[in-house]
């Protein structure tokens, strides 16, 4: 969609600071960051599968040669762009750069929320019903092991994939490398920080979706206020929509819509 030419509509390039244009990495089994992130991905995986990694020493350079030369044998398909994203592209930068968009911005007025909520409520159950354990299969064949992120356990390879992929990341971009001791640093800030907030506000979230779908009452929901710098929770009851009377049968609240022409 935008070649490294492309100007927008002021005459300016596209890709001008702080826009960066990305550029593909081929694989290398030759490059030791492509060789740690195979290997550090594949070892991870592994984990969580129960799949036994078949090396005494996995974060040695020789296992991560052995595996890279495994890797090289795959080879992807290659890529080829899609038309109808790159439409579906164009036509949103042409929507954006029109005035006139009142009659779009109307049809998606019109979509009723509450009729949307019911059909994917539908169609989760009905997604629900194909994943029920089958007869005759042991429930440990449906379970994964959880990796649990330990920055000060080199051996377990959090690490190892943070800083190669990260890397490789940059390299897309063009961006500076970072040592590995220092993304070892930066994560061990970082990562409780988001997974501990994200973690939370996930699982509340999915609480309120579980009686969305169980289809309960108002009075079964809950408002969460969370501070986990405290930390403190409180949960309280829903309560109803503020109306104000303007005449016998006729009350407004502020989700209440009117057009005038």
């Known amino acids: 969609m935008y070649p490294l030419d492309s100007k927008t509509k002021e005459g300016n390039l596209f890709w001008s600071l702080p826009k960066r244009p990305p ?5 290398d089994k030759n490059n030791a960051l492509h060789r740690t992130f195979i290997t550090s991905m594949a070892c991870l995986r ?11 020493n996995p974060r040695s350079e020789e296992f991560r040669i052995e595996v890279g030369e495994n890797a090289d044998f795959f080879k992807p398909p290659a890529f080829v762009p899609n038309d109808e994203k790159a439409k579906e592209i164009q036509d949103s930068v042409n929507k954006q750069n029109k005035k006139d968009v009142a009659e779009e911005e109307k049809k998606e007025e019109e979509v009723d ?9 539908k169609e989760f ?5 194909e994943f029920q354990l089958k007869k005759g299969i042991p429930v440990e064949d449906y379970i994964v092991k959880a990796e649990t992120f330990e920055k000060d356990n080199d051996s377990n390879f959090h690490i190892d994939f943070m800083y190669s992929m990260a890397n490789c990341r940059s390299l897309n971009y063009k961006l500076d490398p970072m040592d590995w001791i220092n993304v ?3 994560a061990g800030r970082i990562v409780p920080a988001l997974a501990t907030t994200t973690a939370s506000i996930a699982g509340l979230q999915t609480l ?11 009075d079964q929901f809950r408002n969460i206020f969370l501070n986990l710098a405290v930390p403190f929770m409180q949960a309280g009851e829903p309560g109803d929509v503020v109306k ?7 009350e407004v609240s502020l989700w209440d819509r009117w057009e005038v022409y």
């Open 23 to 27: 550029t593909p990495i081929d694989y």
């Open 46 to 56: 592994a984990n969580i599968f129960f799949i036994e990694i078949p090396s005494k």
């Open 113 to 121: 929320s509450i009729d949307e909520v019911q059909k994917v409520r």
């Open 125 to 129: 159950i009905e997604l629900l019903k």
């Open 184 to 186: 070892k640093l930066k």
């Open 208 to 218: 309120e979706l579980v009686k969305v779908v169980k289809g309960l009452k108002k």
């Open 244 to 250: 104000e009377k303007l005449l016998d049968g006729l």
